[in-house]
């Protein structure tokens, strides 16, 4: 017989790809997010509009864009687990 994955729920079919935002995985998927977000909109977006990259933007930049990701994983985790549980 085959054994059975225990981190699929029910309303997952056996051929279902398993859940990215499970466990930690929220995680490295809002960090993924802030960085593109960092490096778009605060490195490349000002470069080319000619604006001037300080210290001061960038950690700024930095901050916003972790808690942006952080947001983003947590929202896409609650999002995915209401999916999948109902």
């Known amino acids: 017989m085959m054994k059975e994955n225990s981190t699929r729920t029910e309303a997952q079919g056996p051929g279902s790809k398993p859940n990215p935002f499970e466990g930690r995985g929220w995680i ?9 977000l960092f490096v778009l909109m605060f490195l490349i977006y000002p470069w080319i509009s000619g604006d001037e990259i300080t210290l001061k933007s960038t950690l700024v930049g930095m901050l916003s864009s972790l808690v942006g990701g952080l ?10 687990k209401k999916k999948f549980v109902k």
């Open 28 to 36: 490295a998927q809002g960090i993924g997010f802030a960085i593109i």
């Open 71 to 80: 947001a983003y994983g947590s929202i896409m985790k609650w999002l995915y």
